[in-house]
Every structure is written in C-alpha cells, then in structure tokens.
C-alpha cells in the first residue's frame, strides 16, 4: 500500500508541474492499486488537498475537486466494500459503546498514537479495550478534549500551509479512519495503522529538530544533538527487545498477557500457541484460565477447551464443554458433528443414528453427519445403508478422503471389492485425521492388489 501510495503522490505532483495528464492517470491507477492492497489507502484522497494547499494551489474553483472525482469515487467504492466484508464476519460494533463514549475514544486514541510516535513504549500485539464494568478509564475525556483542541489548531494552519502543518496534517488524516470512531474489532488500536501516519510524524520530527538546530543559541546545539542521539538510542533499544517478544508465537501471546492478565481471549490464543509447539499441558492450563475468566455469555472458551480435548483423544472431558456451548448456542459451525463424533468414538452408535439423522434434517448437505451416521450404520450390518450415507456424502464431498473409506467399507462389505478399490484409490494417501479410520483404509486396501503392488513399489 504504502509503495503504491509513494507513486500516486509522485505522479500526482508530476501533474500539478505539468498538468500531462498520463501522470494524473498513473496516479488514479497507483490509487486504485493502493486501496486494492489496503482499503485504508483511501485517506490518501484528502492528502491531495494538503498537497494543494503546500503549493499554495486556489481550491475556490472547480477544477482541483474535478481532478479529484475519480479518486473519490475509487475511495468510496472500496470503503464500502471494506465495510460490507466487516459486516460480513460481524466485526463492526462488537463492543457496547454509546456515542459520547466513541467520542472519547476515538479522541483519545489520536493522542496515544501522536505519544507512542515520540516515545514508542506501552506497546502490544493487540491492544483491548480498556472496559472496567463498562466504563473507560477516567482520563479519556481529558485527552479527547485536547484532541479535538488540535485538529481545530490544525484546521486553523491550513490558511497559512507549510511543511510542517502539511507533515501533521498527513499523519492525521491517516489516523482519522482508524480512531474507532467507526468500531470496527475489538481492539481499541493497532500499532500497523500508523504505518503510513508515521511518514507524516517523521516528517515533522525532522523539520521541528532541523528548526531547534538553526534557531537555538550555538551552547544549546550539543543538547539537542544529545538529546537526538538518546531518543534514537532508546528506540532502537525498544525494537530491539520487541523483536525477542515477536520472536516465538508464544512468547507474543505472553507479552499480551502481560499487557492485561484479565483478557480472556489472550489466553485461549496462548493455548493454541502452546499446542502447535507440542506442549499439551500448558495449552490445557491456558484454555481453563480462559474459562475462569470469560465474560458470562461467552461461550468460546468452553468450545475451544472442548475442541483442544477431542483432538486429544479426551472424549469424556471434551463432551461437557460441547455440551455447555449447545446450550448456548446450538447452531455454531462444526457443534453438533463434533459431539456426534465423540458419541461414535465412545461406542455409543446407537444414539449417533437417531442425533444424527435428526441433524441431518437441519443440514441436509453435511458430509461428516452422512458419514458418521454411515460408519454406525456399517458396524450395525447395514451396508445397505451405509452405501446410501457413502453416496449423498460423496455428492457433496467428492474427494474427502473419509467419505471414500465410508464407500469402501460399504462396498467390501456389499462384496463389491473392485468398486472399494477404485474409491480407496481416488482418496489415495490423503490424511485422515481419525486413527480408526485411517486403520480401516490400511486393512482395505491390503485386498486390493494394485494398491499393495505400488505400496511396495514406493518403499525404498
């Protein structure tokens, strides 16, 4: 984004020197390329105006808001898809806020960015919202007030523009989209939003030390260069320790924790770190810390804890977890087949068959209810009927390896062996998540010859 955003403005301010306009088409075509890496490169189009007002350019005529058309036209298109995929996966307005609240917010967020500019300390992975019983912390309307003493400062700069107004203004109007004013997640700020903010900061920092250096008296210039030396020797010490911290994905769940032990959510992401690094047991404490925290109507820890204690092969302890995220909210993805598996692996088939085709009424189309209903059925001595699970299954999920062996199975048993070759050979070596019925593939397709001839062909 920021790349292409370097090209629009080039070529925007070829075109102002020279009003050829293939560089005003290079850079709507930057622009475009720019919000279809990022939809915050729209905060770009006000940019333009700062970059007319820089060169004292008259906007009381039509033709610098002509210019810009099809920029604002690109800008909307993209912010409304930007926010329609928000909408689309429910990440706008997830916390309660009520309007003079977002005003504080987004009031104070400007400050902590303009801060963290200068002194980069405090810094997170994921910074939350700072709720106490639904209260923000008390100091926020101060620091929304002094925010909105700046931007009327800055609106007032911009009758007489230079540099530096043009520096601040750029980083603003970066930040203004991404202030939460629009709540958007549910974290108050990220570090990655000020990426392009920060050229405009950077700017600013450079022209207001260049001015100490010119205007102060000469004794002074050794402490501002010393000043300078020890800012850019802290900075560089503070990445230094945040790329130990970003390290290990589990090293940056904890530095989230620290940041604030109270947030559930950083403990189930620790607990995911924890088990994809082998360590099962700190992952199970992480995900019952979670539980223990967990706001009364979040049932996410219980489904996450259930769902880390089925891949262990906990069936008995899992159950409770699912059961208690049915109750809370029955229809989440993946639920119901992950208890009916558990009833399979405890031997239960005979509640799988009735709480299965029960299901299968809701989601008519699910392949892991067909062949989980399928397998019961087969160890019932129902090929028949397994056959008839193993094809609708099949018509939804051609190539699903667990499908495949479900057919297999119901063919052998139908004694249809060279059909139960083919489906073991379309589904191949293709991993089953499930030992049993990774096994089953194994014991079929030592009857089948072609299979067991280009096994052997393949070992060393």
Request: hydrophobic share 50%; with cysteine; net charge positive.
């Amino acid at each position: 984004m920021l790349l292409f955003g370097l090209c629009m403005f080039i070529s925007y301010l070829r075109w102002l020197d020279g009003k050829r306009w293939p560089w005003l088409v290079a850079a709507h075509v930057a622009f475009l390329l720019a919000c279809a890496s990022k939809a915050m490169a729209v905060a770009f189009v006000p940019c333009l105006l700062l970059i007319d007002q820089l060169k004292e350019r008259p906007l009381n005529t039509w033709r610098p808001w002509l210019e810009k058309s099809g920029f604002a036209v690109v800008a909307m298109v993209f912010g409304i898809l930007a926010i329609d995929a928000q909408q689309s996966v429910k990440t706008i307005g997830n916390v309660e806020l009520d309007g003079l609240q977002r005003v504080w917010v987004g009031g104070a967020n400007l400050i902590v960015y303009i801060a963290q500019q200068l002194v980069p300390a405090g810094l997170n992975a994921r910074y939350p919202y700072p709720l106490k019983a639904g209260h923000l912390p008390e100091w926020y309307p101060w620091a929304a007030v002094l925010a909105m003493g700046l931007l009327f400062l800055l609106v007032r700069a911009l009758r007489k523009p230079n540099l530096l107004v043009f520096a601040l203004g750029f980083m603003i109007l970066n930040l203004l989209l991404v202030l939460q004013w629009l709540p958007v997640g549910q974290a108050i700020r990220a570090d990655r939003y000020t990426y392009a903010a920060g050229i405009g900061w950077s700017l600013a920092l450079a022209i207001g030390l260049e001015y100490l250096v010119r205007w102060a008296p000469r004794y002074k210039t050794a402490v501002w260069a010393t000043a300078l030396v020890v800012l850019s020797a802290a900075c560089a010490w503070i990445a230094h320790e945040r790329t130990e911290v970003w390290r290990t994905a589990v090293s940056v769940r904890s530095d989230m924790i620290a940041y604030d032990p109270r947030y559930f959510v950083y403990y189930m992401d620790r607990a995911v770190s924890f088990e994809n690094a082998g360590d099962h047991d700190a992952a199970l404490k992480d995900f019952d810390k979670a539980v223990k925290l967990r706001p009364a109507n979040d049932y996410k820890p219980y489904f996450e804890r259930g769902m880390f204690r089925l891949r262990r092969g906990a069936y008995r302890e899992a159950m409770p977890d699912l059961i208690t995220t049915f109750q809370q909210v029955p229809g989440h993805p993946g639920l119901v087949p992950s208890m009916i598996y558990i009833q399979w692996k405890l031997g239960l088939c005979h509640e799988v068959e009735p709480n299965a085709t029960q299901a299968l009424r809701l989601d008519p189309r699910s392949p892991d209810l067909l062949n989980l209903r399928g397998i019961c059925r087969l160890q019932n001595g129902q090929p028949d009927s397994a056959w008839a699970d193993a094809k609708r299954s099949i018509a939804v999920a051609p190539r699903k390896p667990e499908t495949l062996v479900l057919a297999a199975a119901a063919l052998s048993a139908l004694h249809h062996e060279e059909s139960a070759c083919v489906a073991l050979r379309i589904a191949g070596d293709k991993p089953i998540p499930d030992t049993t019925l990774d096994s089953l593939r194994t014991v079929l397709s030592d009857r089948c010859p072609s299979i067991t001839k280009s096994r052997e062909q393949r070992q060393p």
